[in-house]
């Protein structure tokens, strides 16, 4: 089945630059996703693309996707306060694509 | 507003007690979902409905049961709750149209629950 892993934590300086790394094995999977979960709350989307894409850009949020290396990252330009949270990594399991697999989280953390 | 609700927000229960925490969507979407997120903050699908009917059902106990009255509801409810259940559980769900991608799911507030 689908495997999708990330480093667990990430510590960053404010207006720098983050770069939240994923992996996975599921060559299949349709699109691939990054949650945002900050504390005590639900996950909320984030940004997801197209496995047939290899950037997205969203604000300060850009994608990139290596489907040959099966990886996928996501970078936060200008970090801010407000960013640390848990990130999450998710793609969709095969074909049926209504079972999503979630990756550990990383904990972003930002110092001033 | 709200999209998914979940009630209660949070659940203090002692062991061999049963409850149900409850799921509403208001997306008019036609899949639902229960998740676990356990202490190191590791989420893990329980359950899939799509308009009622169960689609996905994974590796969890029978004393976990699932109930979709209609396709904007999903409960779950435990019976015999045991340490092990303490967890947030959060429930999503999914449109079928394009707009968003069809597997991308919304997720509610989460229930919070304790057992001791």
């Known amino acids: 089945g689908e495997d999708v892993e990330q480093s667990l934590f990430l510590s960053v300086r404010e207006g720098d630059s983050s770069v939240i790394n994923c992996t996975y094995t599921?060559?299949?999977?349709?699109?691939l996703y990054w949650y945002k979960q900050e504390p005590g709350a639900g996950l909320q989307l984030l940004t997801y693309?197209?496995?047939?894409?290899d950037m997205k850009q969203d604000q300060r949020l850009t994608v990139l996707l290596n489907k040959k290396d099966k990886h996928l990252s996501l970078r936060i330009a200008d970090t801010q306060t407000g960013d640390s949270a848990i990130y999450f990594c998710?793609?969709?399991?095969?074909?049926?694509?209504?079972?999503?697999?979630f990756g550990s989280g990383t904990r972003l953390s930002i110092r001033p | 507003d709200t999209a998914v609700s979940q009630t209660p927000k949070y659940l203090v229960t002692q062991m061999g007690n049963d409850k149900s925490i409850k799921c509403e969507q208001n997306?008019?979407?036609?899949?639902m979902y229960w998740y676990k997120q356990d202490s190191k903050k590791f989420l893990k699908i329980m359950f899939s409905?799509?308009?009622?009917?169960?689609?996905i059902n994974e590796t969890v106990p029978n004393r976990f049961s699932p109930k979709s009255p209609d396709k904007a509801h999903l409960n779950l409810h435990i019976n015999s709750l045991e340490l092990g259940d303490s967890a947030v559980y959060f429930c999503?769900?999914?449109?079928?149209?394009?707009?968003?991608?069809?597997?991308?799911?919304?997720f509610g507030p989460g229930t919070r629950l304790l057992v001791l």
């Open positions: 999503a769900s999914s449109p079928v149209t394009s707009g968003a991608p069809r597997e991308t799911q919304y």
């Open positions: 599921d060559s299949s999977s349709t699109y």
């Open positions: 693309i197209f496995s047939n894409m």
């Open positions: 998710a793609g969709a399991a095969g074909s049926s694509a209504s079972k999503i697999i």
């Open positions: 997306l008019g979407h036609d899949t």
């Open positions: 409905y799509n308009n009622k009917e169960l689609i």
